[in-house]
Each structure stands twice: as structure tokens, then as C-alpha cells.
């Protein structure tokens, strides 16, 4: 089926194309375009001091994008192709031949081992047609100094009870130091030179000197390592994913799960004020031709009269690893030439906001929903919805605000278009 959405993009004119894109937006061909897209113009908003920050913690900066030229970029947002149209766009302006654009967009492989190929190879096209950019190069070396230093504060953890043991058992302070010397201390030594050395080639060579270091001291611990973060860590990530919303999962746990991975990220949360997170998001700039200022004004509006709800992902708890969204929640289903209401709750607010009866409200509600309420698909079919927005508050809170108000922006967008094209439909 996606196949055939595809190819209907590509035949498609550039409204049409922007309507596929946005209201497929969820499936795996689309979303990491609308995702790569909102990431990357939250981060070229940020003052250049602030990027770094959000750098290391947003996992939706895709390399792509910062191959684009701003004319190409324009385009993205204009069409909202499917990702690997993308790929094609740059491997066509590069001259890359279309064996090494199709391993380029291979998916990756659940099989640890065949993923770490495939990766490989990736990367040796990349680096052979300069697929990888400086700036982005940068990011992936704060990125991977990050995850060290995230890695570092489980390590301390373990050795330092290990070594507090140890000491209590032997009185001696020479024996937990000499265990420190046997791998801690050189193995963290190594990876600060790596990353603060600029020289490319040396800090290559340290990084297999590393690799060298711990293979030597503990061949088995090296082969149990790899089978846990190789095997183990990704059946461990996608059981905690698979069984997140499962009723077998108690709240405690999701709760102490995000507690955690937010301490290990580095991330400094602060309480959620729902009233500065609506300034935030109200306050966002968008400049762009081809974004209609009806649609920001929209959101603006929503976003100041409470339309939009906002939630804490500390509470809503949707996702394991995720620090900010925007989701779409169905109000309405169409039925025939009726309409069912499903979310009588929004309909109590809208009511209140306009100063009526719930009544009246339904009513208004059911003869002109796209003046309330926005359109997208859900199992297929075409719904009446509300925009709902997630957002940590942490130290890179304006770059979430700034990349779900985008998104959401877009779908604004894709709003006035439908409503435009089921008008026509409906005075034919």
C-alpha cells in the first residue's frame, strides 16, 4: 500500500503531493520527513550557541538535510516527499550510481551483525561522495561524546561500588587503585584524548587503540559486552517499546524508566508551567513562502485560547524515550452524510470557550467541523481531529516548543488545503 501512495505522490501536483505527506505523516516512508524537517528548522532558529545543546539530545537531525540547499529545503517543505525521494534528490545532484543509493536506503536489519554491516558500508559511501557534511560531522562527534559521558555515569556507578567494596574488604586503598588502573581510569583517559584531539587521524588511531586496549585486557568480557549491548540492550529497548502501554506495565516502573533515562541523558528538568510553555509556543517565528500566515494565526489562536492541549511527558508517559510530540487525538468521525462526536470533553470546552450550551456547541460542531476542528487519517479514514503537543520542560525546551509548533503548523496547513478540496467537492 505504501508503494502505491508513492507513486501517487510522484504523480501528484504540489498540493496534492503536500496533503499525501502530511497526512500520511505517521507511516515510515513520511515521517522521518516531517520529523527531519521540524528538527532541523527548530535547530537553524536557535542562536548558534544554543544548537550544540540541542544537538546532543534530539535523535530527528537527520544528515540529509544539511546537504540541502535552501531552495531544496523549500521544496521538502512545499512537497513533503517520502524520505528516500530525498536520498535520490542529493544521490542524483552527487552522480552516486543507483546500487549504492539502494544501500543507502536499505533498511536496517534487526540482525545485530548484518545491522553492523550494512552500517559500514553506509558509511563508506558517505564518505565516498562527501555525504556527511562538517557541521553534521560535528554534531555526531558532540552526540558521541555525550554518549560517553552518559555511559560514564553507569560506569561510575558500578566501579565505585565495586571499588567501596573492595576497600572495605581489604582496608588497603593500593588494591581499589590498582583495579581503577586496570581499566576506568586508562579506558576514560583514552576516550577524553580522542575526543578533544582535532586532528582527525590521531583521534582515529586512539579510537582503535581503545578497542585494542579492552580486546587485550579481557577477551571475554569484550565477547560478553558486545552480546549485551549488541543483542541484549536492543531486545531490552524494544520490550520496554512493545509493552509500554500494556496494562502488565505498571506506572511505577514507566516512571522510574523516564526518571532514569532523563539523569543519564544529562537532561536538567525544571516543573511544568503550562502557562510559560504556551508563551513558548506562541511566541515561535516562522518565516516562510510556503506556510500561509492563515495557518500560524491558527495555531496562535488554538495555542491562546486552550484549544491545543499541552502535556507533561513526565505524566502522559506515551513513550519511553521521547521528550516532546505532537499527536492528533479524533473528536469527530464521519458517518455517511453524518457526523458522531466521540470527545465530548473537547466539546464541554469548546462550548465554554464560545459562551453556549454543549448542545448548541454540538451542533455548530457538526454543521462546519473544519472551522474547530482539524482533519487527518485514522485506520484509513478521514477524521475530525485536535492538535495535542508534549514537551519536557528542560534546557532545550525552546528547540521542542520550536519543532512541534512547526509540525504542527504544517498540519494547519494541510487543514485549509482539505477544507478547501471537500468545499469544492461538496458545491459540485
Same mark, same amino acid.
Given at each position: 500500500?505504501?508503494? #502505491?501512495?508513492?507513486? %501517487? ?5 504540489? #498540493? ?12 515510515? %516512508? ?17 542562536? =548558534? ?12 537531525? /537527520? ?20 524520505? /528516500? ?12 550510481? #543507483? ?37 553534521? &560531522? ?12 552518559? *555511559? ?36 576514560n583517559l583514552l576516550r577524553y584524548l580522542s575526543f578533544k584531539i582535532s586532528d ?13 586496549? %579492552? ?15 549488541? *543483542? ?45 510553555? =504556551? ?18 494565526? =491558527? ?35 464521519? #458517518?455517511? &452524510? ?18 453556549? *450550551? ?65 468545499? %469544492?467537492?461538496?458545491?459540485?
Amino acid at each position: 500500500m505504501l508503494d #502505491e501512495i508513492c507513486k %501517487i505522490w510522484e504523480s501528484s501536483k504540489e #498540493e496534492e503531493r503536500f496533503l499525501i505527506g502530511r497526512l500520511y505523516w505517521m507511516t515510515p %516512508i513520511f515521517r522521518p520527513t516531517v520529523e527531519g524537517l521540524s528538527a532541523y528548522k527548530a535547530y537553524k532558529s536557535l542562536p =548558534r550557541d544554543e544548537r550544540v545543546e540541542y544537538a546532543k539530545f534530539s535523535s530527528n537531525l /537527520y544528515d540529509l538535510f544539511f546537504l540541502l540547499s535552501p531552495e531544496q529545503v523549500d521544496f521538502v517543505e512545499r512537497n513533503l516527499p517520502p524520505y /528516500y525521494s530525498i536520498l535520490r534528490m542529493i544521490g542524483d545532484d552527487r552522480k552516486i550510481p #543507483e546500487d549504492e543509493i539502494r544501500i543507502l536506503t536499505e533498511k536496517t536489519p534487526k540482525n545485530p551483525l548484518k545491522s553492523m554491516k550494512i552500517r559500514k558500508e553506509k558509511e563508506k559511501i558517505a564518505e565516498r561522495y562527501g555525504l556527511i557534511p562538517e557541521e553534521y &560531522r560535528s554534531i555526531l562527534k558532540i552526540q558521541k561524546e555525550d554518549d560517553w559521558k552518559s *555511559f560514564r555515569k553507569i560506569m561510575i556507578l558500578f566501579y565505585g561500588a565495586t571499588t567501596l567494596e573492595l576497600y572495605l574488604s581489604t582496608s588497603n586503598p593500593t588494591v581499589p587503585f590498582l583495579y581503577l588502573s586496570t581499566f576506568l581510569l586508562p579506558y576514560n583517559l583514552l576516550r577524553y584524548l580522542s575526543f578533544k584531539i582535532s586532528d582527525k587521524r590521531v583521534a582515529n588511531f586512539i579510537d582503535k587503540l581503545t578497542t585494542v586496549y %579492552i580486546a587485550a585486557r579481557s577477551p571475554p568480557s569484550v565477547a560478553i559486552s558486545l552480546a549485551e549491548y549488541s *543483542f541484549g540492550a536492543p531486545l531490552i529497548a524494544k520490550g520496554i517499546e512493545k509493552y509500554w502501554s500494556s496494562d502488565y506495565f505498571p506506572n511505577f516502573l514507566r516512571e522510574t524508566i523516564y526518571s532514569i533515562q532523563a539523569f543519564i541523558s544529562g537532561l536538567k528538568t525544571r516543573n511544568f508551567d503550562e502557562k510559560e510553555m =504556551r508563551e513558548l509556543l506562541y511566541n515561535i517565528k516562522i518565516e516562510s513562502s510556503s506556510i500561509p500566515q492563515s495557518s500560524i494565526d =491558527r495555531f496562535k489562536e488554538e495555542i491562546d485560547n486552550e484549544l491545543i492541549e499541552l502535556e507533561d511527558p513526565r505524566k502522559a508517559l506515551l513513550h519511553p524515550f521521547s521528550i516532546s510530540w505532537l499527536r492528533r487525538k479524533v473528536v469527530a468521525i464521519p #458517518e455517511g &452524510r453524518n457526523i458522531r462526536i466521540i470527545d465530548r470533553q473537547f466539546i464541554r470546552k469548546l462550548a465554554e470557550k464560545e459562551g453556549t *450550551f454543549e448542545k448548541e456547541m454540538e451542533g455548530r460542531v457538526i454543521r462546519n467541523p473544519t472551522k474547530y476542528l482539524g482533519l487527518d487519517l485514522w485506520r484509513g479514514k478521514l477524521v475530525y481531529t485536535r492538535d495535542i503537543i508534549g514537551i519536557l520542560p528542560c534546557q532545550i525546551e525552546n528547540a521542542l516548543a520550536y519543532k512541534e509548533g512547526y509540525t504542527a503548523v504544517l498540519g494547519k496547513k494541510s487543514d485549509e488545503l482539505m477544507d478547501g478540496k471537500m468545499e %469544492i467537492v461538496n458545491d459540485n
